[in-house]
């Protein structure tokens, strides 16, 4: 079995180079935006309760993203392995996922991270922002607080893992291919 968290700022290609990973490693993908933006679309309660937080380019609360990733890993924990994206995005999150992999009989193989600049990162947002329709990819002022977002509560979730000696870090600047090269490199070597 093979676990993964895909992580890096919005924008970064966690999402592009998921899909890529699914196909190749055979994982089942946990996307809690993509989860979260189906609940909101299906106008569950959930979804209902999650919709100011994405509307606000702010982190929806640690229990409620726990608790779908919970749901997921029950289903699936017999199968190849995940991908996890965009989560864990705090450091409870992160302690939350160590449980239930624990509780499940599943390892975390490590945590790969794409670096990529904010510049980029606000480049590739409005670019996608053209296509994805998400609101959140169109206006600068909730594309700055998603980034600010990052900073102040996600990117200390890096060192979660690097304490643990689960960290590995890729250039995300260089195209789709070469990203995805070099994350399959260490995949290949876990
Ligand atoms: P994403 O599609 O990953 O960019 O996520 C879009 C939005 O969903 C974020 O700006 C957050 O409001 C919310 N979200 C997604 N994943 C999480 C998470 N793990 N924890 C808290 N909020 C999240």
Redesign the pocket.
């Known amino acids: 079995m093979l676990n993964i968290v895909l992580f890096g700022p919005?924008g970064a290609g966690k999402g592009t180079q998921s899909q890529k990973l699914i196909e190749k490693y055979k994982l089942q993908h946990i996307?809690?935006?993509?989860l979260?933006r189906a609940e909101i679309a299906e106008k569950t309660d959930l979804g209902l309760s999650a919709q100011k937080?994405?509307d606000n380019?702010?982190?929806?609360p640690?229990e409620v993203?726990i608790g779908m990733v919970k749901n997921k890993i029950e289903k699936h924990k017999t199968g190849g392995g995940f991908i996890f994206d965009?989560?864990?995005?705090?450091v409870p999150?992160a302690g939350a996922l160590e449980q239930t992999c624990t509780i499940a009989g599943i390892t975390i193989n490590g945590m790969i991270a794409l670096a990529v600049d904010e510049e980029e990162l606000t480049k590739r947002i409005i670019l996608r922002g053209k296509t994805s329709g998400r609101t959140?990819d169109q206006d600068p002022v909730l594309i700055m607080q998603?980034l600010a977002?990052y900073r102040q509560k996600t990117a200390p979730v890096a060192d979660y893992y690097a304490k643990k000696n689960k960290y590995y870090e890729v250039d995300g600047m260089g195209t789709v291919d070469e990203v995805f090269a070099s994350i399959s490199k260490i995949i290949d070597a876990f």
């Open positions: 919005p996307s809690t935006g993509d979260l937080y994405l380019g702010i982190l929806v640690d993203v965009g989560f864990p995005r705090t999150q959140d998603r977002e």
